[in-house]
Nanobody
Framework: QVQLVESGGGLVQPGGSLRLSCAAS????????MGWYRQAPEKQRELVAF???????TYAPSVKGRFTISRDNAKNATYLQMNSLKPEDTAVYYC?????????WGQGTQVTVSN
């Protein structure tokens, strides 16, 4: 079972950037679809982006053109570069790893976009 640990969250002003990292252990991620989800207060968890083992990327319409997901299989890690951040991007961001109908989750990292 893969274990995931996110890092890189924090407080940023509107228009700023952050880069989230997700370090995996317990299993290599080469054959996993890696993803990022987020959950704002009193809202359901929603998909932000995912990247397949082939490198194909999919984004939520609300972040397309601003966020970029990537993976580094050699480092067993995945990343989320977030640019042009908006207050509505404020949420806890979770890393995910999907394979064979099983989803693993990280513990989440808080991103707050505010003046």
């Amino acid at each position: 079972q893969v274990q995931l640990v996110e890092s890189g969250g924090g407080l940023v002003q509107p228009g700023g950037s952050l880069r989230l990292s997700c370090a995996a252990s317990g299993s290599v991620i080469n054959d996993y679809t890696m993803g990022w989800y987020r959950q704002a207060p009193e809202k359901q968890r929603e998909l932000v982006a995912f990247i397949t083992k082939r490198g194909d990327q999919t984004y939520a319409p609300s972040v397309k053109g601003r966020f970029t997901i990537s993976r580094d299989n050699a480092k067993n890690a995945t990343y989320l570069q977030m640019n042009s951040l908006k207050p509505e991007d404020t949420a806890v961001y979770y890393c995910s790893a999907y394979q064979a109908r099983t989803m693993a989750w990280g513990q989440g990292t808080q991103v707050t976009v505010s003046n």
